[in-house]
């Protein structure tokens, strides 16, 4: 079984930040380390060279495949941030509705700069997330 790539690490997140050359994006990135250290009540971690992740819980599928993940995260990407670990986004339809202009994937939100979406809505989908996390694995 692969092993996966995308591990917590000691890398230093301001240093990540302040690296992203894109001056929206780098001051979006630290407005999202501020909104979500302060929503979910965990410090940031580096995960892998690229995201900024809060929290993590342990999972196992019924493969046998197993390991640990952020609750919550982001990465300023070139193209949109992506805010991640949001397990089955179709369940947050309502407040997905009213968060602004974003695209979605299989658990992650894209958008290109935070003035474009609902930040009080950002804040719930955060909060509902990582209530739902620590619901499951309890």
């Known amino acids: 079984m692969a092993e996966l790539k995308t591990k917590r690490n000691e890398g230093d997140v301001k240093a990540f930040l302040n690296s992203i050359q894109d ?3 780098r001051s979006d990135g630290f407005k999202l380390l501020d909104l979500m250290q302060k929503v979910t009540g965990f410090k940031p971690e580096m995960w892998g060279d690229s995201i900024v992740g809060f929290g993590s ?29 949001m397990p089955n986004l179709d369940s ?35 909060r509902e997330s990582v209530r739902k996390l620590f619901v499951q694995s309890s």
């Open 92 to 126: 947050y339809s309502e407040l997905l509705n009213d968060l602004g202009r974003h695209s979605t994937g299989k658990s992650c939100i894209y958008i290109r700069k935070l003035d474009d979406i609902n930040i009080e809505v950002l804040k719930k989908l955060i």
């Open 57 to 85: 819980y342990h999972y196992k599928y019924e493969s046998g495949r197993e390991g640990d993940w952020f609750m919550v995260g982001f990465s300023p990407r070139e193209q949109n941030l992506s805010l991640y670990a």
């Open 23 to 25: 001056e929206q994006k």
